[in-house]
């Protein structure tokens, strides 16, 4: 057959992973030239963001105003937030398991640290400087509700969107006999039309993912990787632990779904949000897989995971965990028990409030290394490789929110077939 019709009628995922795959030779040849072609990659992350904000309101609206239940929701709000805490903290005790039992940082030679510490040392106080000047816990919970909630739209503050909808929804069922219906109708047939929107932009994914990809690899080439190789391989494996075990029980356990009945059904989500690293922009994608492959409703997938992709970041957690202890086996640090239950505390609550977009991890890591006085410029042994790390922690953060979104659906009676709209896409 003709491999250009036969690319045409191939499923979507299959192109992206094919893109993906054609990326990295195209980046080793290129090189730093792969920069070039970068702009397409942004063009495609730019166009799904721009529907982040108005698909998640006018679904976050219609979803509470339809629910007319208050009750319900914050049944729902409870459960989702209890898996999201749970799942977190198991993500980082699974990465703080992992790095001690293998000590990465052990074995690092002194050159290779000083070669590190002065190619990435300017670049890491950039990020320090970003992380000292973030509000503390409690201003990040007071900001939830917003001032003005234009502002909040204009700015793509999500909790805040998140907390706005959801009021201006409940109110919406308040307001008695017919009047809210026009509005209702309103911000539905706007939600429908984001949708086609999605659909619209996934046809391009596979050209974006080319060019992500291979700007990655024309820019950071293989040397990197392999002088941090056991560090990098301790995070990936931890991920993929926490991916295949801690996902597939909990979707398995609480919804009876088949571990790859889930997989597949999250696969395109995950291919953006590995080649993207943003949750957040991946966001649009993961709501449309888990309504049309995973059978969710759009009333629990709406509230479940714009939440998710702000404050749960299970892969950034577990990432975390083994950066603290590689970098205080690099400076012969040893860590106590209580060091590492400050990690697992700082680290879960780290992740809240940092929006899903690319580096952020790295951000709220300067905190986490402060609390337990880890010297923070370590935070220049890991850069180098943290772009990689990005693209792979970013894929389990969006498994881990549509893992809750199967879950919350599942026990709340809204899990229904599939509608595999995947091909149309
Ligand atoms: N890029 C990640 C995300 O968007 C966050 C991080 O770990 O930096 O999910």
Redesign the pocket.
Known sequence: MNPFVWFRQTKLHTKILIAMFLGIPLGLILGPKAEYIRPVGILFIRLIRMIVVPLVFSSLFIGTASLGDIRKLGRIGLKTMGYYLCTTALAITIGLLLANAVGPGRNIDSATRDGLMSSYGSAAGEKIEIAMEKPGVIDTLIEIVPLNPLESLAEGNLLQIIFFALIFGVAATLVPGDRAKPLIGFFEAVNETMIRIVHIIMKLAPLGVLALIAAVVGQFGADILISLLSYSLVVAAGLFIHMIFVYSSAVRIFSGMKARDFFRGIRPAQLI?FS???????LPVTMECAEDNLGVSDEVTSFVLPLG?TIN?D??AL??GVAAVFIAQVYGIDLSFGDQVTIVLMATLA?IG???????????LAMVLEQIGIPLEGIALILGV?RI???L??A???TGDASAAVIVASTEGELGKPKNLEESW
Request: avoid cysteine; charged fraction near 10%.
């Open positions: 949000a993207t690293s943003s949750s957040s922009a991946t992709a970041m892969g950034t990432y975390q992740s940092a929006a899903g977009v690319p580096g952020v991890g790295l951000i709220t943290d790390l990005d693209m922690r970013s389990v953060n969006v």
